[in-house]
């Protein structure tokens, strides 16, 4: 690939021609939506945009039908959710609930823009789960009065795969909307499933006692996880920990 191939300079041009008629009329035949089409072949990328309060998919490209087997115009929210895999379910729907807190907060101000990553195993066209990239990016149109979505979503089945916790970041820090690379999803939940599991537990007000016999463990080895997350995210309580992760929607 392309180091110029890299950047989401195109996917900005795109975003700054059509976001002021609403991405309606779209040109199939615009010079830069072919040469997004071929970048995005090249990346395994499709990109779709959305109106946050009508929660409405305005428009998305045609890869769509090759990486999820659901043509552009078929497209919807709940496609997303339904298609994804049983064990991820969780994730995406904290990842949904997040969605909707950022657009009504810029819906609120009337002005701003934030961002949103994280991966999901998502079923494709040929009915197998693959890693999925999700990148939202969410800003207030004061044209249209409303939040659009411009969301990318990248394959990356061929990527280093992390042994613990999963990629998450979500604050205004555009340069994470990028081709996205070792360096980038490393960022965010560093725990181990088990691990994570236990410090949601946690949140809900489960004892250590409790958590052991809910989860058929011991009382030291629970102890032991609670220990181990500390030491993973750098928190000196696991009430900051939880802190921490309720206000990054991760719990």
Known sequence: MKAEDKTYGLFHKFIEKYSPVGFKGI????PLLIELEELTEANNQFFCIADLILFH????????????GIPPGELNAYYFFEATHPDDIAKHSLGRSKTMSLANDLYCAKQG????SSNIRIRNSQGKYEDLLFQLYFFYSTIHKTVFLFQV???IESFKKRKHGYHYYSGQDLSNFRYPDDELLNIGNPLSDREFEIVK????GFTSQQIAEKLFL???????HR???LKKSGFNTISDLIYDFQN???I
Do not use: P, Q
């Open 27 to 30: 040109d199939c035949n615009d």
């Open 57 to 68: 998919i305005i428009w998305a490209s045609k890869r769509s039908t090759k990486m999820i």
């Open 113 to 116: 823009n934030a961002f949103l």
């Open 153 to 155: 979503h990248t394959n």
């Open 201 to 204: 537990l946690v949140a809900e």
């Open 218 to 224: 011991s009382v030291y080895t629970v102890n032991t």
């Open 227 to 229: 220990r181990n997350t």
């Open 248 to 250: 990054r929607g991760l």
